[in-house]
């Protein structure tokens, strides 16, 4: 953005001329400016000169006019400019004035004055500047009497050059429509230059620029547009700011961008655009070249009655939103195309937006962040992003989104976090990726969401449902996982899946290429089923931390491929599972450990090929236990010692053991510890099979068996 200082230097000297003259005539000629007056209508029209080609003054005009708090102009010459537009001043009862200057580069400046028609600046090819100027005389040229300036409306027509519109130096007013048209060249147009000015447009504002660097900006105390802003900049890049200190768009705006680097800024202290009552939009569409393209939303409150679409192509684009509040009471719709950006929601204390945030790039390294708010309020969110890296990020105060969170990406990286110290979602999250190194982390202190649908492709893949304090989840859990290694882990001190009326599944597919689930939150409920399906290579599947409960006829399933597994529950105080437990492995070496389980349901056991391993201690099994083994050195221990507190593994219903080929070990208490041992209270089947099979039964005495077990093909042991 341009400062004050910066733009006041931006008023050009007069060219000097570099003509050899002869000596017998050295002068310079001014240029000539003549008036017609009718009906209240001034024409100022300035004589070309063709043949002088800018050589001299003659084709560059520099006039001042006053109207001394009213209707009533004086022209006053600033560089001897001659013609009866000096001589025939002043001219009373003025209503509306028309500028016609012609070529060279021509500088008018109109003070102190109020007409109720239209002030029309033809300015032609060359630098022109149009100044409506007051006290604050950012002209240079505003006369011994500057005072502040309404006109009905304001219609600029500019040729090729660098053109300048500034309306500053005091209180301004148009009471009609401005309508700015500028060549190829490069523009400035304000409305507001220094720090005291208050500009008032009643009307429409349009400004077309061709190409070069054009910026168009409010500034000063305050600058109010009641009715629509139409921007449309050519080749070139530009800046669109408004940086007063109160900016009002009660129109709403557009702006339409050619290819360069073209910015849009707000600042200050208030930035509204529309009314509560009457919805009006920002609107940006930049072009298709390479540049850069960023949108800042810096105003200590920017409220935004209304929808926001930004668009863009090729080139480094972001949309940053900083001061202290941020409100949208619409959607916001953001597309950067290839080339990166980042898309940052920041603002200090409060972040609103009632409609849908919808973030489009393509290729390249794309971010989108809700951070920094205390508080955050959304309908709903969705990020897409092509190949490359691609991050959603979640990190502000207290966040509540009504709806959905989306994130789709191509081929890449790709980041979903969720580590804002509360967190409430009550539609679903659906995160799905191509290939790559793929992450979603639900973090913070609190998390509640509804379904979460997780869709990754070949990779690296990490879901960590982690919150430090309270997980809970209201709908299913879908993981979909391509080959890698893949990653789901829980924490906090309780994690909560559906509730005891609405009933919701963890279901997790895993590629091939290993996979690690790690249960460790303190409290686990699980409303529902948990299944796990896994290709090959090995897998694990632990659950840790204090309370593990799968409520009501709730199943846990795991099915293994090739590669071995390792599956616990192992909970530091109790576990239950109310309906059925089904592990399943192929050929690999497979465990299976369960400690303090509570069974209600049956438990099926076939881990293949491989040498498997069974562990159980201090465990209660309601239902029917089978374990299928097959080719491999298996082990089945029931009550190994491991926890040694006096309780025992209690099977209330038919126990059946295949241990299959190998060299097998079916182990039945600790032989002399009377405080780990099995106590059976249906009938137990312990078959083995070729090779050398030894059983620890009936030679423990500790054990207890309601009916004599039945066991075959065991070489050794009783």
Same mark, same amino acid.
């Given at each position: 953005m341009v400062s004050t200082a910066a733009r006041l230097s931006r008023i050009r000297p007069r060219r000097a001329s570099l003509r050899l003259e002869p000596l017998e005539d050295r002068s310079v000629p001014a240029g000539v400016v003549n008036a017609t007056f009718a009906a209240g209508v001034l024409t100022i029209t300035a004589v070309d000169d063709p043949a002088d080609v800018n050589i001299t003054n003659t084709n560059h005009q520099n006039i001042t006019l006053d109207g001394a708090g009213t209707n009533n102009l004086t022209v006053t010459a600033n560089n001897l400019e001659t013609g009866t537009a000096i001589t025939g001043s002043p001219f009373t009862g003025v209503t509306s004035?028309?500028?016609v200057l012609g070529l060279g580069d021509d500088r008018v400046i109109i003070t102190d004055a109020v007409l109720t028609g239209a002030v029309t600046y033809l300015g032609g090819s060359g630098d022109n500047d149009l100044f409506i100027d007051g006290a604050g005389n950012i002209s240079g040229f505003a006369g011994a009497s500057p005072g502040n300036v309404t006109i009905g409306s304001l219609s600029v027509t500019n040729g090729d050059g660098f053109d300048a519109t500034n309306i500053g130096g005091g209180t301004h007013q148009i009471n009609g429509n401005v309508t700015i048209t500028n060549g190829i060249g490069g523009s400035d147009v304000a409305f507001g230059v220094g720090g005291a000015d208050v500009t008032a447009v009643v009307g429409s504002v349009k400004v077309t620029n061709l190409a070069g660097l054009d910026t168009i900006e409010a500034s000063g105390t305050t600058a109010t547009?009641?009715? /629509?802003i139409t921007i449309s900049n050519g080749n070139g890049g530009s800046d669109v700011g408004f940086l007063a200190t109160t900016n009002t768009l009660t129109g709403g705006i557009t702006v339409t961008n050619g290819d360069g680097n073209d910015d849009f800024d707000t600042s200050g202290t208030n930035f509204t655009v529309g009314t509560p009552t009457v919805r009006k939009n920002i609107t940006i569409s930049n072009g298709t070249g390479s540049g850069s393209n960023d949108q800042t939303f810096n105003a200590t409150t920017n409220t935004i009655n209304g929808n926001i679409s930004v668009s863009g192509s090729v080139g480094d684009d972001d949309f940053i939103v900083d001061g202290n509040t941020f409100t949208v009471l619409g959607s916001v719709k953001v597309s950067t195309g290839n080339g990166g950006g980042t898309t940052s929601f920041s603002p200090a204390q409060v972040l609103d937006i009632d409609g849908a945030v919808t973030v489009t790039a393509g290729e390249g390294s794309d971010n989108l962040d809700f951070s920094g708010a205390t508080s955050v309020d959304l309908a709903s969110v969705?990020?897409?992003?092509?190949n490359g890296t691609s991050t959603l990020d979640f990190n502000g105060g207290i966040t509540t989104i009504v709806g959905n969170v989306g994130h789709t990406h191509f081929s890449g990286t790709s980041n979903t976090n969720f580590t804002a110290a509360t967190i409430t979602i009550n539609g679903a999250i659906n995160s799905t990726h191509g290939e790559g190194n793929d992450t979603l982390d639900l973090g913070g202190a609190n998390f509640t969401s509804g379904a979460i649908t997780i869709r990754n492709g070949n990779g690296i893949s990490t879901t960590r449902i982690d919150a430090s304090n309270s =997980?809970?989840?209201l709908g299913n859990i879908g993981i979909t996982n391509g080959d890698g290694s893949d990653v789901f882990t829980t924490g906090g001190t309780t994690f909560t899946l559906g509730t005891l009326t609405a009933r919701r599944n963890l279901t997790i597919k895993n590629g091939n290429g290993g996979s690690n689930a790690q249960l460790n939150a303190t409290t686990h409920t699980i409303h529902g089923n948990i299944t796990e399906t896994? +290709?090959?290579?090995f897998d694990t599947f632990n659950v840790n931390g204090s309370v593990? =409960?799968?409520? +009501?006829?709730?199943?846990?399933t795991i099915a293994n491929?090739?590669?071995?597994?390792?599956?616990?529950?192992d909970a530091t105080s109790s576990s239950s599972i +109310?309906?059925?437990?089904?592990?399943? +492995?192929?050929?690999? =070496?497979?465990? /299976?450990l369960l400690n303090r389980l509570i069974m209600t349901g049956p438990v099926s056991i076939n881990t293949g090929n491989g040498n498997d391993s069974v562990v159980t201690n201090n465990s209660i099994f309601n239902g029917l236990f089978t374990f299928t083994g097959g080719a491999g050195a298996d082990t089945v221990e029931i009550e190994n010692g491991d926890i040694n507190d006096g309780a025992s593994t209690v099977f209330n219903a038919a126990v059946n053991i295949n241990i299959g080929n190998g060299d097998d070990e079916v182990l039945i208490g600790v032989l002399g510890d009377a405080n780990d041992f099995g106590d059976f209270n249906a009938a137990i089947t312990i078959t083995g099979g070729l090779d050398l099979d030894i059983i620890q039964a009936l030679s423990n005495v500790a054990n207890t068996f309601a009916v004599a077990p039945v066991k075959t093909g065991f070489e050794q042991g009783t």
């Amino acid at each position: 953005m341009v400062s004050t200082a910066a733009r006041l230097s931006r008023i050009r000297p007069r060219r000097a001329s570099l003509r050899l003259e002869p000596l017998e005539d050295r002068s310079v000629p001014a240029g000539v400016v003549n008036a017609t007056f009718a009906a209240g209508v001034l024409t100022i029209t300035a004589v070309d000169d063709p043949a002088d080609v800018n050589i001299t003054n003659t084709n560059h005009q520099n006039i001042t006019l006053d109207g001394a708090g009213t209707n009533n102009l004086t022209v006053t010459a600033n560089n001897l400019e001659t013609g009866t537009a000096i001589t025939g001043s002043p001219f009373t009862g003025v209503t509306s004035i028309k500028f016609v200057l012609g070529l060279g580069d021509d500088r008018v400046i109109i003070t102190d004055a109020v007409l109720t028609g239209a002030v029309t600046y033809l300015g032609g090819s060359g630098d022109n500047d149009l100044f409506i100027d007051g006290a604050g005389n950012i002209s240079g040229f505003a006369g011994a009497s500057p005072g502040n300036v309404t006109i009905g409306s304001l219609s600029v027509t500019n040729g090729d050059g660098f053109d300048a519109t500034n309306i500053g130096g005091g209180t301004h007013q148009i009471n009609g429509n401005v309508t700015i048209t500028n060549g190829i060249g490069g523009s400035d147009v304000a409305f507001g230059v220094g720090g005291a000015d208050v500009t008032a447009v009643v009307g429409s504002v349009k400004v077309t620029n061709l190409a070069g660097l054009d910026t168009i900006e409010a500034s000063g105390t305050t600058a109010t547009f009641t009715g /629509a802003i139409t921007i449309s900049n050519g080749n070139g890049g530009s800046d669109v700011g408004f940086l007063a200190t109160t900016n009002t768009l009660t129109g709403g705006i557009t702006v339409t961008n050619g290819d360069g680097n073209d910015d849009f800024d707000t600042s200050g202290t208030n930035f509204t655009v529309g009314t509560p009552t009457v919805r009006k939009n920002i609107t940006i569409s930049n072009g298709t070249g390479s540049g850069s393209n960023d949108q800042t939303f810096n105003a200590t409150t920017n409220t935004i009655n209304g929808n926001i679409s930004v668009s863009g192509s090729v080139g480094d684009d972001d949309f940053i939103v900083d001061g202290n509040t941020f409100t949208v009471l619409g959607s916001v719709k953001v597309s950067t195309g290839n080339g990166g950006g980042t898309t940052s929601f920041s603002p200090a204390q409060v972040l609103d937006i009632d409609g849908a945030v919808t973030v489009t790039a393509g290729e390249g390294s794309d971010n989108l962040d809700f951070s920094g708010a205390t508080s955050v309020d959304l309908a709903s969110v969705s990020f897409t992003s092509g190949n490359g890296t691609s991050t959603l990020d979640f990190n502000g105060g207290i966040t509540t989104i009504v709806g959905n969170v989306g994130h789709t990406h191509f081929s890449g990286t790709s980041n979903t976090n969720f580590t804002a110290a509360t967190i409430t979602i009550n539609g679903a999250i659906n995160s799905t990726h191509g290939e790559g190194n793929d992450t979603l982390d639900l973090g913070g202190a609190n998390f509640t969401s509804g379904a979460i649908t997780i869709r990754n492709g070949n990779g690296i893949s990490t879901t960590r449902i982690d919150a430090s304090n309270s =997980n809970t989840i209201l709908g299913n859990i879908g993981i979909t996982n391509g080959d890698g290694s893949d990653v789901f882990t829980t924490g906090g001190t309780t994690f909560t899946l559906g509730t005891l009326t609405a009933r919701r599944n963890l279901t997790i597919k895993n590629g091939n290429g290993g996979s690690n689930a790690q249960l460790n939150a303190t409290t686990h409920t699980i409303h529902g089923n948990i299944t796990e399906t896994n +290709g090959t290579a090995f897998d694990t599947f632990n659950v840790n931390g204090s309370v593990f =409960n799968v409520t +009501g006829a709730g199943n846990v399933t795991i099915a293994n491929g090739i590669g071995g597994s390792d599956f616990s529950i192992d909970a530091t105080s109790s576990s239950s599972i +109310g309906g059925k437990l089904t592990i399943t +492995g192929t050929d690999g =070496n497979d465990a /299976a450990l369960l400690n303090r389980l509570i069974m209600t349901g049956p438990v099926s056991i076939n881990t293949g090929n491989g040498n498997d391993s069974v562990v159980t201690n201090n465990s209660i099994f309601n239902g029917l236990f089978t374990f299928t083994g097959g080719a491999g050195a298996d082990t089945v221990e029931i009550e190994n010692g491991d926890i040694n507190d006096g309780a025992s593994t209690v099977f209330n219903a038919a126990v059946n053991i295949n241990i299959g080929n190998g060299d097998d070990e079916v182990l039945i208490g600790v032989l002399g510890d009377a405080n780990d041992f099995g106590d059976f209270n249906a009938a137990i089947t312990i078959t083995g099979g070729l090779d050398l099979d030894i059983i620890q039964a009936l030679s423990n005495v500790a054990n207890t068996f309601a009916v004599a077990p039945v066991k075959t093909g065991f070489e050794q042991g009783t």
